[in-house]
């Protein structure tokens, strides 16, 4: 059998079909510096991943705030829509992947951070929950801001259900169930302040841009030809954060 469409759905192996669980989070931009203490980012973000024969557009809406010095907390919602080739469409179940996600980034110095975060999410295939751990390194300044990213997530279907795609050109309709996966994150990205006369201990609002790689390892998807079962996906997107600066940092700073 040819291979199915897959971003958040596997191939045929024989005639074992497999699902992978989608992770938690879409194409998150962010470089290493956490917000000042009390203040607010509000942070657009949209664009698309491509995997083997599928896409998935989307977009997500991040709120940030300074917890204490170096300590950031967020709270995140992402958007996707699942868009399979070759004809095919999802039989009896909506095309749409939504995640709530809470979290939290500690910056050990400037250039270096630390973030993490669960997930809770919904799709063609159930419920899941999807945590997330990575390493932000950037060069922080006030020009241009490059920033890496690198990490691990997992992703734990509960309350699954069977996903059904219709037959596409290859005339076999798909049929799997969800199954815990894990993988894994590379990102490279820049962020571009827009306002470089600010006051001590203020953030200013940014551009940033950024493509990244995540891998899928399927549990219960070994084969004895293909070995461990696994997908690629590259994604890229642009987005924009303005960050609310709080009264008494601005009042406490000269003219």
Not at 174 to 191: D, E, H, K, N, Y
Not at 227 to 252: N, Q
Request: aromatic share 12%.
């Amino acid at each position: 059998m040819r291979r199915l469409p897959a971003a958040l759905l596997l191939l045929f192996v024989g005639c074992s079909p497999y699902v992978h669980s989608p992770p938690g989070r879409t194409f998150p931009l962010e470089s290493s510096k956490a917000l000042y203490p009390r203040e607010t980012g509000i942070q657009f973000e949209g664009g698309g991943t491509a995997g083997a024969d599928v896409g998935v557009p989307g977009f997500s809406l991040r709120v940030r705030h300074g917890i204490v010095k170096q300590l950031d907390g967020s709270a995140e919602f992402n958007f996707s829509s699942i868009r399979p080739d070759d004809s095919r469409e999802f039989v009896g179940a909506s095309q749409f992947l939504m995640t709530g996600r809470i979290g939290l980034k500690y910056a050990i110095i400037d250039h270096v951070a630390i973030t993490g975060g669960v997930a809770v999410g919904g799709w063609a295939g159930g419920a899941f929950v999807s945590p997330d751990l990575s390493l932000i390194v950037a060069y922080e300044n006030p020009k241009a801001v490059p920033f890496f990213t690198g990490g691990g997530w997992t992703s734990h279907p509960f309350n699954d259900k069977a996903v059904r795609l219709s037959a596409g050109e290859s005339g076999d309709p798909f049929f799997g169930v969800p199954v815990l996966t894990w993988g894994w994150t590379a990102s490279a990205g820049l962020r571009i302040p827009l306002v470089h006369d600010l006051p001590p201990h203020s953030t200013s609002p940014s551009l940033l841009f950024g493509m990244s790689f995540r891998g899928a390892i399927f549990d219960e998807g070994y084969d004895s030809i293909y070995g461990v079962r696994r997908e690629l996906y590259i994604a890229g997107s642009v987005g924009f954060e303005y960050v609310v600066t709080p009264k008494r940092t601005r009042s406490a700073t000269p003219n």
